[in-house]
């Protein structure tokens, strides 16, 4: 029994023993490549690449690369890509890749290459509370950086970044060249454009160009400014019952221009939909003001609703004249960057003609 007992150990010690060579031997034959960590900045993507396999970016996607400057972005760099998501596009009415295809090509190349600058950028390389501070991009002109910090310096600091009007919402993507900040709306810049040629180009502010020019606002909007503007769209005016017929009957001799139509501009100032929100968190600024010019009323651009509203006062009575509310789809449209100042669509009027009547 003794003898039967000593047998079956040593054959399980052999069993052992050839298992243990087995394993061995399967695992010299691995490469160690395999078997070793990673660094970390190997499994970081290019730029290029990182935007291909990221379904929320595949319309900037398909800009870049029909632009021809994915390849740029798989270079060494290093980049900041500002990425709009597809969501920003949709707004603009992008909503299929095709779309874009439709767009004219050096256009696009301009308009994509304003989201890209050719140095690595973070959150803790921008100045705490820092406004319209410039950066330039690969377009060869620069866009605008502004930060506003709560509880700034604080490890808990919580902070609203914004590039030339669009807000990032995440924030420090690592890159294998670079870094990517994630946006909520498509910069829009027009080089060699002023507000005034912007809007002489847009068949939708008919109405509102047609006053401009009747009431000799129009020709200084091609001066150097700068100027900020909240126009109306024709829908604005039709909605009150100011079609161009109207507006082509009126005279200026009865009527404050600078009142009727001038309200809508910020002279000698230039301000992103925004700025509001970034001078509300660095000096507790809640609205701006600007002064038709000969005239007794006030308008404000107050920060008090989800995207702020618009009003115009009269000085004599204290009373509002008319209030607009900024919808989200003003906001997506407006941030026009031109030559001499921003454009901005409203979709609302602060004035019709009956009170715009001069005693």
Known sequence: MIITMNKSINQMKHTGLVFCLLLCTLLSA??????SVKKPNETFRLGGDFLKNN????LFYTALQYSGLVDKLN????????????KAFNEIGIQLPGDIYKLNRDSLKQAMAYHIIPRKLTLASFPVNGVDVRYETLAGISLYESIGSFFPGNAAAINQLYFSGSLVYRKDVVLANGTLQAVDKVMKQYPGKTVQSWLASRPNFSIYVSGLKKFGLWDE??????FTIFAPDNQAFINVGMTQEIVDQLNPADYSGPRLFGAYIYYDKSYFMSDRVIFGIINAEGSY???PRDDDSSMNWFAGSTYGNLQLLSKITNKWYYMVTLTANDVALSDNLCNNGLVHKISGVLMKPENARKN
Do not use: M, V
Request: aromatic share 12%; net charge negative.
């Open 221 to 226: 909007l091609a001066g150097a400014g700068p």
């Open 30 to 35: 691995c490469k160690y490549d395999d078997l």
């Open 55 to 58: 379904y929320d970016f595949s």
């Open 289 to 291: 003001k600007s002064t």
């Open 75 to 86: 270079e060494a760099g290093p980049y900041t890509i500002i990425a709009p998501n597809n």
